[in-house]
C-alpha cells in the first residue's frame, strides 16, 4: 500500500472535509506546540537568569514582555499581508527556523541585551507562525467546521503552553541533578535547557516539510486586490474589529501576565520550587488548554448555527465572565486554590482565543484574514505582553515593593477581564450579518 503524505492529504476540492485535512491539521498543531513551548519556556528559570545575570523584576518584565511587544508591532501587519498574498507554508518554515534561533541565542546569552534580542526572536517567529497556521486552517475545512479544526491548532498552542512548563521544567530538573547526559560546553542548567529546547524544536517542526499550500477560500477581492481596496474592506468592518480586538487584548493581558509571574509567585509566596511545581503546573495548563479548546470550537460552531447576529461570540462572553473571579489566583490562600483558579483562567482565555480565531476566519474575508490576525497581534503584543508584564510591576512597586507581587498581578488580572467582558459584548452586537 502506497503511503499518504502530507502534501497528498492537503485538500484540492473547494470544501474539503475536516476529516480529509487531518494530517495536515495535526502537522500545524504540532508546529504550535513547539513555538509556544519556546516563546513561553523563559519563565521557568527566569529566577535562574535573575540571579546569574543579576537582573531586576523590573527588567525581566521588559525582556519577557517589551522584548516580545516592540518586533510584534512593527512586523506583524507586514507578516500578515504576506500571509494573505504568498506562499504560508513557505513563511510558517521560515518562523519555525525564526524561533528555533532565538531559542538557542537564549542558551548562550550573555547579558540583557543579547537575552531581549533573544526572546524578540522567539517572539517573532512564534506569532508569526500562529498567523500563518491560522489562514492555512481556514481553508483546510469547510466554514461550518471551523470551530473544529481551529481547536486542533488551538490544542498544539495549549500543548506549548503547558510544555513550556512541564517540559522545561523537567529538562532544568535532569540538568541540575547530572542525569541528562547533553553536553552543550556550559555547566550551567537554565542555559543547558534551552539549547535542549532548541533541537526539540526542530524536531518537531519536520513534519511542516511536507505540507502544500492549500487553494484559498472565501475570497471576496482576491488576494491581488490594490491594499486600498483590502483597507476600506477592513474600514468597513470595525464597529465589530475594534471591541473584538480590545476585548481579546484584555484577555491576553490577563494570560501574559499569569504566565510571566505564576512561576515567581509560587517560589516567593508559597516557597516551592521550580521541581516542585513545574510537573502539575505544567499539566493544569495543558488540560484547561485542551478542554478550553475543545469547548471553544463547540461554542463557536453551535454559536453560529443560533442564527443570531454575533451568535458566534456568546461562547467568549460566558468564558470572559468567568475570566474575572478567575485571576484572583495570585491571592489564593492556599496551593489548592491557586491551582483551581490559575487552571480555569487559562480554560477561558483558551475558549475565547479559540472563539475570536474563529470569529476572524468566518466573519472576514479571505484576503482580510491575515492582517486582521496580523494587526491583533501587533495590538495583543504590544499591550498584552508589553505592558501587562510591565504593569504588575509597576503596581507592585505602587503598593510597596516585589513583595507585593501577588496583589499587583490578581489587580491586574481582574480589572482587564472585566473589560474584556464588555467588550465581546459590544463586538456581539455589531458583528458582520455574513461574508
Partial sequence: MQAVTLEEAAPAAPAPSILRSLPPLLALSLAMAAGFTMMNSFSMVQESAKAELRLSDAV??????????????????????????????????????????????????????????????????????????????????????????????????????????????????????????????????????????????????????LLREPPRHEVEAGPDAPFGTAMRELWARRAFLIPLFVGQTSVVMADAAAGIWAAPVLQRNFGLLPAQFAGWLGLIVLAAGIVGAILGGLAADLGQKTGRRGGIMIGAIVAAAFGVPAALFPVMGD???????????????????????????????????????????????????????????????????????????????????????????????????TI
Fill in 335 to 433: 496551593v489548592n486554590g491557586f491551582r483551581i483558579a490559575i487552571g480555569l483562567l487559562v480554560l477561558c482565555g483558551s475558549i475565547t482565543g479559540l472563539v475570536t480565531s474563529v470569529a476572524l476566519t468566518v466573519l472576514i474575508p479571505n484576503e482580510l484574514r491575515g492582517l486582521c490576525i496580523g494587526a491583533f497581534i501587533a495590538i495583543a503584543g504590544l499591550i498584552g505582553f508589553g505592558i501587562a508584564p510591565s504593569l504588575v510591576t509597576w503596581v507592585s512597586g505602587a503598593l510597596g515593593g516585589e513583595q507585593h507581587l501577588a496583589t499587583a498581578l490578581a489587580i491586574v488580572g481582574v480589572t482587564v477581564s472585566a473589560i474584556s467582558v464588555l467588550c465581546f459584548l459590544r463586538a456581539m452586537q455589531r458583528a458582520p450579518m
Fill in 60 to 209: 525581566l518584565g521588559m525582556i519577557q514582555g517589551v522584548s516580545a511587544a516592540v518586533p510584534l508591532v512593527l512586523f506583524s501587519i507586514p507578516i500578515g499581508i504576506l500571509v494573505d498574498r504568498t506562499n504560508r507554508v513557505r513563511l510558517l518554515i521560515g518562523f519555525a527556523l525564526i524561533w528555533t534561533l532565538g531559542t538557542a541565542m537564549t542558551g548562550v546569552a550573555g547579558g540583557m541585551w543579547s537575552l531581549f534580542a533573544a526572546r524578540m526572536l522567539t517572539g517573532i517567529g512564534t506569532t508569526g507562525g500562529l498567523t500563518a497556521a491560522l489562514s492555512l486552517t481556514a481553508d483546510l475545512c469547510l466554514p461550518a467546521e471551523r470551530g473544529r479544526a481551529l481547536l486542533l491548532v488551538n490544542l498544539g498552542k495549549s500543548a506549548g503552553q503547558a510544555g513550556a512548563f512541564a517540559l522545561t521544567g523537567w529538562i532544568l530538573g535532569a540538568f541540575v541533578a547530572g542525569s541528562l547526559a547533553l553536553s552543550f560546553g556550559t555547566t550551567i542548567p537554565w542555559r543547558n535547557t534551552h539549547l535542549a529546547l532548541a533541537i526539540v524544536s526542530l524536531a518537531l517542526s519536520l513534519p511542516l516539510l
